[in-house]
């Protein structure tokens, strides 16, 4: 078995990072990644993907990228779950990104 993702998208909101407990980096950025294809409508749709990056993926990140940039990520699925105060169980699925390209021109 094999769990590996692919995408290129544009951020949605500028990163930032925080601090976990035990001092370990942690940022979650939205991906905007257009479908392929158009809708019956004529327009290309768009998936929000949530993303995590760990440590100095990070900090690279938060350093170099905005908003609306456009990034490459390799990654895989994780699906997490928990329960509410009424005993629903709530399920996301997120991206664990393990590399991170910048796309975007900065222009020098």
């Known amino acids: 078995m094999y769990n590996l993702v692919y995408l290129?998208?544009?951020l949605?909101?500028?990163p930032e990072?925080?601090?976990t407990e035990n001092g370990k980096k942690v940022m979650s950025v939205t991906l905007a990644v257009q479908r392929s294809y158009k809708n019956?409508?004529?327009?290309?749709e768009t998936d929000f993907i949530k993303c995590v990056l760990w440590d100095g993926i990070?900090?690279?990140?938060?350093?170099y990228?905005?908003?609306g940039d456009l990034l490459a990520i390799r990654g895989q699925v994780r699906t997490t779950s928990y329960v509410k105060e009424n005993d629903e169980?709530?399920?996301?699925t997120e991206i664990v990104?393990?590399?991170v390209s910048f796309l975007s021109n900065k222009g020098k």
Not at 40 to 44: N, R
């Open 8 to 10: 290129i998208g544009r």
């Open 12 to 14: 949605t909101k500028d």
């Open 17 to 19: 990072t925080t601090t």
């Open 40 to 44: 019956s409508e004529g327009i290309y």
């Open 58 to 63: 990070a900090t690279r990140t938060a350093e």
């Open 65 to 67: 990228c905005k908003k």
């Open 89 to 92: 169980k709530i399920y996301q």
């Open 97 to 99: 990104v393990e590399k």
